[in-house]
């Protein structure tokens, strides 16, 4: 199973945009979890994250700051381009 985390603010059009991307084009046959994560709650993640937002996590690493490229994204789920996804077997 996958964990896609977004670090995001409520009020904030481009990380909403961010996660409809995400949801968007995440490969549906992949088990992936989303997990959205606002940052206003959290003094350490606010400090770290604030003029970063929307910041993406893809399996604990960070991936995408500002803006989600979906090519990009998709191509993290796969092993090999053109080969099965990964996790699946």
């Known amino acids: 199973m996958h964990r896609v ?4 603010k409520p ?3 481009a990380c909403q ?7 968007l084009s995440l490969p ?7 997990e959205k994560i606002d940052i206003n ?6 400090e770290k994250y604030a003029k970063a937002i929307p910041v993406v996590m893809v ?3 960070e991936r995408f700051r500002g803006e989600v490229d ?3 994204l998709v ?11 990964a996790g699946i077997e």
Not at 17 to 23: G, L, M, N, P, Y
Not at 41 to 46: D, R, S, V
């Open 59 to 61: 399996d604990g690493i």
């Open 70 to 72: 979906p090519e990009k």
């Open 28 to 34: 549906k046959s992949v088990p992936v979890v989303i």
């Open 11 to 13: 009020d904030c059009q």
């Open 17 to 23: 945009t961010a996660c409809r991307a995400i949801e």
């Open 75 to 85: 191509t993290l789920f796969y092993n090999d381009p053109g080969s099965r996804l």
């Open 41 to 46: 709650g959290n003094a350490e993640l606010l």
């Open 5 to 8: 985390t977004i670090y995001i």
